[in-house]
Nanobody, 123 residues
Framework: QVQLVESGGGLVQAGGSLRVSCAAS????????MAWFRQAPGKERESVAT????????YPADSVKGRFTISRDNGKNTVYLQMNSLKPEDTAVYYC????????????????WGKGTLVTVSS
């Protein structure tokens, strides 16, 4: 069974930094596209960053460009999201997601999801 387990969330002061991690198991991690999404209360879930199996990254959310960096370590089956210069508007539950090659995909283009980790940025 595929599992995605996020860690590293917590409370951080505005302007600070935080790195969240996602450990994957039960899947071909090295041939998957990984992504981070986030969802604040009352808001729609949005794609924050994606990274393909070759390390190519994209940041669909304009609000995080220049501040967030996605990376992956295929040897550890882990994807990371480094978040710098955090703002209160970044407060959300951050979800790790995976898209498998040839997978059916959901409305977000993903096949598997983690349970999320809460990031709270105080002012």
């Amino acid at each position: 069974q595929v599992q995605l387990v996020e860690s590293g969330g917590g409370l951080v002061q505005a302007g600070g930094s935080l790195r969240v991690s996602c450990a994957a198991s039960g899947m071909n991690f090295s041939r998957s596209m990984m992504a981070w999404f986030r969802q604040a209360p009352g808001k729609e879930r949005e794609s924050v960053a994606t990274i393909d199996w070759r390390g190519g990254s994209r940041y669909p959310a304009d609000s995080v460009k220049g501040r967030f960096t996605i990376s992956r370590d295929n040897g550890k089956n882990t994807v990371y999201l480094q978040m710098n210069s955090l703002k209160p508007e970044d407060t959300a539950v951050y979800y790790c997601a995976a898209a498998l090659y040839g997978g059916a995909h959901d409305n977000y283009g993903m096949d598997y999801w983690g349970k999320g980790t809460l990031v709270t940025v105080s002012s």
